[in-house]
């Protein structure tokens, strides 16, 4: 009878940890890849970046709530040797976005980020927030001006608090890539790019050109810049 409940207890092991694994997959869109020589964690950064509100459930989001704590964890694991962020994203909320990078800049453990598909609006910032940056070639990133739902107030107040922010998010990307950052105030601006709107959409090659990803590249490049960093 002991030997039945060992066994049995055995063999719930492997699914509970598999079990865990995928939720964390499903929660916060994250995997950690060991190997002999270190251990990755890959964190995705997909659909929309939520922030005070919530998205709808019909919606791809990336929570900042989850995100955040994850990074702090990663950065204080003794067990993590680098940080590998895959985007496609098409943006979402500012200060949620911001306050990701920023956390990412921040660190001192290996970073590297990809962009596949979309690294959009406060997207940008995300993929340069690391050591490195990434894209590949059909990646495409869109820079434009702050936009903002609901209330609106037409007072000179408000034109400032969105100047602010889009000064805020030029500087952040100037600081931490080689683009210039006249340059990238003028991709925003840019009237005759996009239908209805201003700003500039960028392919995979555009985004290394004007300093803003370091290079082309796809995952097994992304690892590699990870292990040279190491």
């Known amino acids: 009878m002991e030997n039945e409940n060992n066994e049995s207890k055995g063999k719930s092991t492997a699914p509970v940890e598999g079990k865990t694994e995928l939720e964390e997959i499903f929660k916060n869109g994250s995997v950690v890849a060991k190997n002999a020589?270190?251990?990755?964690?890959?964190?995705?950064?997909?659909?929309?970046i939520e922030g005070h509100y919530l998205l709808?459930?019909?919606?791809?989001?990336?929570?900042?709530?989850?995100?955040?704590p994850l990074l702090a964890a990663i950065e204080?694991?003794?067990e993590i040797d680098g940080l590998l962020i895959v985007l496609n994203t098409m943006g979402g909320d500012v200060e949620a976005g911001l306050a990701i990078a920023e956390m990412i800049?921040?660190?001192?453990?290996?970073?590297?980020?990809?962009?596949?598909?979309?690294?959009?609006?406060?997207?940008?910032?995300?993929?340069?927030?690391?050591?490195?940056s990434l894209i590949v070639p059909t990646a495409t990133m869109t820079i434009h001006p702050v936009r903002m739902t609901?209330?609106?107030?037409?007072?000179?107040?408000?034109?400032?608090?969105?100047?602010?922010?889009?000064?805020?998010?030029?500087?952040?990307?100037?600081?931490?890539?080689r683009?210039?950052?006249?340059?990238?105030?003028?991709?925003?601006m840019r009237p005759d790019q996009i239908a209805t709107d201003m700003g500039s959409i960028i392919?995979?090659?555009?985004?290394?050109?004007?300093?803003?990803i370091d290079r082309i590249g796809g995952l097994s490049d992304?690892?590699?810049?990870?292990?040279?960093q190491m």
């Open 150 to 177: 609901g209330l609106v107030l037409g007072v000179p107040q408000t034109f400032r608090y969105f100047q602010h922010m889009q000064e805020r998010i030029l500087r952040f990307i100037a600081n931490h890539s």
């Open 56 to 68: 709808g459930d019909s919606q791809k989001a990336t929570k900042y709530e989850h995100i955040i």
């Open 222 to 228: 992304a690892l590699q810049a990870l292990r040279e």
């Open 179 to 188: 683009a210039d950052i006249d340059h990238l105030r003028e991709m925003m």
């Open 105 to 132: 800049a921040s660190m001192k453990k290996p970073t590297a980020s990809l962009v596949l598909g979309g690294g959009h609006s406060i997207g940008v910032p995300l993929a340069v927030s690391a050591k490195v």
């Open 203 to 212: 392919d995979g090659r555009e985004a290394v050109e004007a300093g803003i």
């Open 37 to 48: 020589r270190e251990t990755i964690h890959c964190l995705s950064i997909i659909g929309q």
């Open 76 to 78: 204080e694991s003794d």
